[in-house]
């Protein structure tokens, strides 16, 4: 069974600080996707990854870094965190065969007070 | 104009009740779309893919309608459980991206 997994449900932080949010697919995936998702505003696309080491920007990238170094592993770092980054993230991956089909992480609900 | 563009809802219906989406997107270049459902506080997932020649998976139809640029979703002899937020998705044309729509809610009741 496909299987994404996020590092954490929820997540407290403090304005300013640095946060790691990390996602591990089992499934062999090309690619993979991080996504936050706003009342309203629905999936938007922060960064995507085609392979290792390879990184796109996605439609938001603004305040976000990625990184992977590894297949399975596709990471999202916040530098400085800031309250308008409170949201849902979600990860996802896709085979480049099945592109259509992503595969979702629980998300991360994540508080920036 | 959005990329991919749905109509909020929510949508609420009785049980039995049929009920269509649609979901108009606005990059005419785009050849794969999807249906996603996320139930509240879950991720999405995927529910159908859509074919141009329309297709069918039990009680649920997706057609698209090149032309006029929106796909649909059909929903037959809705139950309770059919509750969610309903996501379309489009391909960007480039690499493995997609761009969901916003989602419709449906709330099917009693």
């Known amino acids: 069974d496909v299987k994404v997994t996020q590092s954490s449900r929820y997540l407290v932080k403090r304005t300013g600080e ?11 995936h090309e690619n993979m996707f991080w996504y936050r998702q706003d009342p ?6 922060i960064y995507f990854s085609y392979d290792v080491k390879m990184k796109e920007k996605g439609d938001i990238p603004e305040g976000y870094s990625v990184s992977r170094e590894k297949k399975e592993r596709f990471s999202l770092i916040l530098e400085s965190a800031s309250t308008n980054q409170t949201s849902m993230y979600l990860c996802a991956s896709s085979s480049v065969a099945g592109a259509g089909t992503q595969y979702f992480g629980p998300g991360t609900r ?3 007070l | 104009r959005k990329e ?6 929510p949508f609420n219906v ?4 049929t009920v269509a989406f649609n979901c108009t997107y606005s990059n005419s270049a785009s050849q794969s ?3 996603y459902r996320q139930d509240c506080r879950k991720e999405p997932k995927l529910l159908m893919s859509v074919y141009s020649s329309g297709n069918e998976d039990g ?3 997706a057609q698209l309608n090149r ?3 929106y796909i649909s979703l059909l929903i037959r002899d809705s139950k309770l459980s059919d509750s969610a937020t309903y996501l379309c998705a489009v391909d960007t044309g480039t690499a493995s991206k997609l761009t969901f729509g916003t989602g419709t809610r449906l709330q099917v009741t009693l």
């Open chain 2, 4 to 9: 991919v563009e749905q109509d909020p809802g």
């Open chain 1, 40 to 45: 309203g505003l629905g999936l938007r696309l």
């Open chain 2, 67 to 69: 032309a006029s640029q």
């Open chain 2, 33 to 35: 779309f999807f249906w």
């Open chain 2, 14 to 17: 009785p049980e039995g009740a």
């Open chain 1, 18 to 28: 640095k946060v790691f949010l990390e996602c591990v697919q089992d499934m062999d």
């Open chain 2, 59 to 61: 009680r649920f139809t």
């Open chain 1, 110 to 112: 994540l508080t920036v």
